[in-house]
């Protein structure tokens, strides 16, 4: 099985999570600026899943540059990580609704952690089907982020019940993390066009 | 016609339905993880039904890759699948809102049942288009599954207004049984480019 | 502008569509069999969507196979399109919570025929820009159905005023009367590669 | 990073945020056609955003047709434009239901003037990474109506809090003014293939 029709169907679904997250933002029931209040903390939710969703969808992309034949394996892997990042909308809702409240904003954290651990498992079976001399094993290299993120959702997730804001400080952080421009995939493909 | 809008157009649809089936999961009102239990049974079936149409999704995806030209009988069976697979988040939203009662988990797998009927059509269509030699019959072989499943749909739509939980378990059997890797395609190509 | 983005496009629209309006079923309160009775009319309607929604795809889909290039005209004719169609789940809920009524029953049918004028305006401009001896000009040839369907609508609006199950009888009509083959499009395609 | 799967995510996006303000439209209550009357306010809203949405989608596609490359800065300020966008569908929905008070149509006009902002970002980027003699620059020129949006927003954001029908007006302006062809990136692309 070629790639481009898992491509196609990952991007769909990515873009419909992305997007029916925002239909938890229900219009509000006033009509003056301070109606918009109660919906703030929805709001913060709503981009941070926004910007999470980005990351998967561009690192996704990316990954996937490297791979030429798709496996049954990865393709239910793939499908795997669909499922945690499509209850991403669920969970957004909850804790924005909840205004960060311990138990909402643990289980925000819960799922981007089984998210994080999915796409761990994805990748591993791409490198496993590349077989040695990987290219997309060369590109992660030690894969610092990757490693970093999971034990920082816990510290996260541990954290929501004592201070919210500080589960959702780590969400964010570990999110600036990917932001920042990491060429690693980029090298290996430039690396190895190069005599 | 081609089959690429046919498949694009497809996988526009699954991405769609399986994405807006976790739409039924409404954020709880508590903010306790207790609150997050009367959303069990509907998780519950979210997960069935996540597994199954991505198990439509996988058979379809490697069905069409036996194919050359989408007739207009071809078309309209495809439409007809995706009809039935289009009821699938109202089904699971109900099946996981009754709590997993006896009516709605019967007409959940009455929706399975009419989606693999559907299929079947589709199948049989696909085959009776490439003539003598078809290579999608050669795949399909004997069908045990797709032979198999229709019945175990129909001992569980009977056994939810016994036992429940046995519907389930069977709906869950049959899922299983499709997500055990099956190769029939894959060899059937492979045979081909043999001498 | 190419015509790859366009249909593209096209489709995401129309399966979103098609699929929304799936989402006016809402799982009923009962859990007996019985509790699926006031959901019946909405069923109905939905079908009626889903068969028409499937016409247009197939039609569209059909119309832009003779197209090489897209104008700017044509582009704006296409969003004209699909904006009528966006509002054929809202007609749809409503046509099917009213049970029938006359007045849903008669919007409905408004929206059909501004979407087939808007069909009519798209399939103008693209023999249009196609000029003389236009491949699409000669495959709808004398256009029957498209005259015939307006009128039937027109009909059928006046008629919801009076009895609302003769204005769904001739909905119906009119899609069964799509559905029946309709080899124009590849005739002429085929009497094009004939010497 | 080729362009394809950026072009095939944007569309995607778009063609979910311009389907799913639709479902802010709920089937009224009653059955006459008066019923429809407190749903104007709701359709009107919808109209502006689907004309607006429409031009966003025409626009960035004739905008990437320039493009070849996509750097990782041009995929977040695309993902920021998308954002901003998203945003249309709760916008419209607030506008709508309040009838065009002055607080919901003022925030509508934001955030025009934020996706404004984004797709002036987006295509500074885009320029910036082609260098001199960028096609792109040349083809918006001196971007009058670019440089003359945001203004207007700004203005009818003010203007919301006078005479909120103002505001509207002004949106509508802006839709227009978009509306009528500019040929500016075909005659570009024309120039470019000119000896």
Redesign the interface.
């Known amino acids: ?1 070629g790639k481009n ?1 898992l ?3 990952s ?10 997250a ?7 029931h ?4 301070a ?2 209040r109660p919906v703030l903390p929805l709001f913060l939710s709503y ?1 941070l899943s ?1 910007v999470y969703l ?1 990351i998967y ?2 690192n996704h ?2 990954m996937l ?1 490297t791979v030429d034949r798709v496996t ?1 394996g990865v ?2 892997a793939n ?1 795997h990580l ?2 945690w990042l ?2 991403v ?2 969970v957004t ?2 804790m924005g ?2 205004k960060f ?4 904003t ?2 925000y954290g819960a799922v981007l952690l089984l998210a994080a651990i999915a796409y761990f498992v994805l990748q591993s079976l791409i490198v496993a089907s590349q077989g040695e001399g990987s290219l997309l094993a060369r590109a992660i290299g030690r894969d610092l982020k990757g490693k970093a993120s999971p034990i920082i959702y816990v510290v996260a997730i541990a954290a929501a019940f004592l201070a919210p804001w500080l589960a959702g400080a780590l969400y964010a952080l570990v999110a600036v993390m990917w ?1 920042i ?1 990491d ?1 690693r995939i980029e090298r290996a493909f430039a690396a190895r066009e190069e005599p």
Chains 1, 2, 3, 4 share one sequence.
Do not use: Q, Y
């Not at 409240?101 to 909402?104: C, D, E, I, L, S």
């Open positions: 099985m029709r491509e196609a169907f991007d769909g679904v990515l873009a419909i999570i992305i997007t029916i925002v239909l938890g933002l229900r219009p509000p006033g009509t003056s600026l109606a918009l981009i926004f980005g969808w561009n992309h990316h540059a049954g393709l239910w499908l669909l499922f499509s209850l909308p669920f809702g909850w609704a909840s409240a311990a138990g909402p643990a289980v932001l421009p060429r």
